[in-house]
C-alpha cells in the first residue's frame, strides 16, 4: 500500500463535496502536470491512501482522508472544447490526461499547513519543500501516520 497528498482548491472540489458526493466517490480530474499523471497512471493502486488537501485557499492544509478507487482511465475534461481543462491535442484514441476515483474515508480535524510546518516527522514531506508545487505527491509511511496521529486527536 502506497500514500499521497492530492491538492484540490476547494472552491473547485472540497473534501464536503467528496462526503456529499454519490458513494463519497468523486473523479480526480484537471491534473496537467506530466509526474503528477504518472503517479496517477503508473504507481497508484486502488486501496492506497490519500491526504486530501485544500490548495489556493486562505487556510490551506489536509482537510480529510481518502482512497484511491479505481484503477486509471482518460480524464473526460480534455475532451470538453468548452472547459477549462481542454486540451487540444488529446484525442479519445490518445488521451494524455488520466483521472482515478476518490473515495472519502475520514475528516477528521482539519490540519493547517502552518502546524505541518512545525512536525519533526513532516520535516522531509514532498509538499513541506521549497519550491513544491506538484498537485499529486508520495508521502511516507511514517509522514501518514504523523499526519494521522494529528487528526485524529
Known amino acids: ?3 499521497w497528498l492530492m491538492k ?13 458526493a454519490p458513494g463519497q466517490t468523486v473523479a480526480w480530474f484537471g491534473v496537467r502536470n506530466y509526474q503528477a499523471r504518472n503517479f496517477m497512471r503508473d504507481a497508484m493502486q486502488i486501496g492506497d491512501g490519500i491526504l486530501f488537501y485544500h490548495s489556493s485557499c486562505a487556510v490551506p492544509g489536509v482537510a480529510g482522508i481518502a482512497e484511491v478507487a479505481s484503477g486509471p482511465y482518460p ?4 475532451f470538453d472544447r468548452d472547459g477549462h481543462y481542454f486540451d487540444p491535442k488529446a484525442t479519445p484514441e490518445q488521451p494524455r490526461w488520466i483521472s482515478v476515483d476518490v473515495k472519502a474515508k475520514e475528516q477528521g480535524r482539519y490540519l493547517p499547513l502552518s502546524e505541518m510546518r512545525t512536525v519533526p516527522e513532516l520535516e522531509d514531506m514532498v509538499l513541506l519543500q521549497k519550491g513544491s508545487r506538484l498537485s499529486i505527491s508520495p508521502v511516507t509511511p511514517g509522514q501518514w501516520k504523523a499526519i494521522l496521529d494529528l487528526i485524529r486527536v
Request: glycine share 0%; charged share 35%.
Open 1 to 3: 500500500m502506497r500514500y
Open 8 to 20: 484540490s482548491e476547494p472552491d473547485e472540489v472540497s473534501f464536503d463535496d467528496v462526503l456529499a
Open 75 to 78: 480524464d473526460a475534461s480534455q
